[in-house]
C-alpha cells in the first residue's frame, strides 16, 4: 500500500507505533512517513498531544517519560 492510499486512523497508528518505541520524529518525517504535508502532520501531532503524552522538544516530538510529565 502507498503512502496515498493509507487511511487517517492507518496514519495515526504509523506515527503511534514509532512514538512508543521510543523513536523521536520531526514534523517533516512525520509527513513524509504518513503521506502528509508538513502542516497536516503537526496538527496530527498536536491533536495526538491532546490524548497521549507526546511533546515536541527541539523540534522532535517524543513520549514523555513518567518522571517528565510533572516537569512539562
Not at 506515527?15 to 523521536?24: F, I, K, N, Q
Not at 509527513?31 to 504535508?37: E, M, Y
Not at 516530538?61 to 518522571?67: D, G, I, M, N, P
Amino acid at each position: 500500500m502507498g503512502e496515498d492510499e493509507y487511511t487517517t486512523t492507518e496514519r495515526v497508528g504509523l506515527l503511534v507505533w514509532h512514538l512508543a518505541h521510543g523513536d523521536g520524529i520531526r514534523t517533516a518525517d512525520a509527513a513524509k512517513l504518513t503521506g502528509l504535508g508538513v502542516e497536516g502532520a503537526r496538527v496530527m501531532l498536536c491533536r495526538l498531544s491532546r490524548v497521549i503524552p507526546i511533546y515536541q522538544w527541539h523540534g522532535v516530538w517524543q513520549v514523555c517519560a513518567l518522571q517528565e510529565i510533572e516537569y512539562i
